[in-house]
């Protein structure tokens, strides 16, 4: 018989990822448990199942993957091998857009919206936005939807290349985006939890900027009067994307510093 105690040891993972593989897997299992009751058995089949997402954690696959979720801006978002998980950086992007526009009523759109992260939170920060999102895949938009769906966020989706699919006379006070940013020869394709992410939603195949010129050259046109356009960016794009924004004569053009010191959000606003 397997006990809580002996299956947390059994594989060479942190324990804290071992907990949580365990937790996923035996529903009502919960860290008071492991640590009062750590001679309480473990079914077969748990410990099968929980035997083989160890062995997956093993060869490199992100744990939010596995456990089918990861928390952003203090709320609970679904995940799967189809959307990028969500990370830290990209609250700064929430942080810029609520302290740029306030709570007022404003109409949003975020362009790539991927598991919906961006949509759904500023959404659920700010309720009386009228937030739209746009993504290519349809895989995407199913997980961002259900996102929305569990959080009980208004989110209008659409499926298509950035501006394509919105009303053509449709603008908005608020652009923002997470875009594909990486170069397509960058190492970083290769390593750690980006080896399982979806490609289109991490590299244009290009020079890394391709899509945010794409976006920089579209926003004007789609942005009312002192509307604004913020985008998350490579750590080391900040002047590329500060020179695409003054080249679209946006005005107040500022890149935000992550945790790290890094370069991370770049902004601006149409006259």
Known sequence: MTTIAGALTAFALPRLESRLLLMHVMPGLTHVRIVGHPDDPVSEPDYARFGELAARRLAGEPLAYLLGMREFYGRPFRVNPAVLIPRPETEHLIDAALARLGRRPADV???????????????????EWHVSAVDLSSAALEVARANACSLEARVGFYQGSWFDPLPADQTFDLIVSNPPYIASGDHHLDEGDVRFEPRLALTDEDDGLACLRAIAAGAPARLRPQGWLMVEHGYDQGEAVRALFMAQRLQRVETIRDLAGNERVTLGQVA
Not at 111 to 120: E, H, N, Q, T
Request: proline fraction near 5%.
């Open 109 to 127: 759109v975020d362009l790539g919206c991927g598991s919906g992260a961006i949509a759904v939170t500023l959404a659920l920060e700010a309720p």
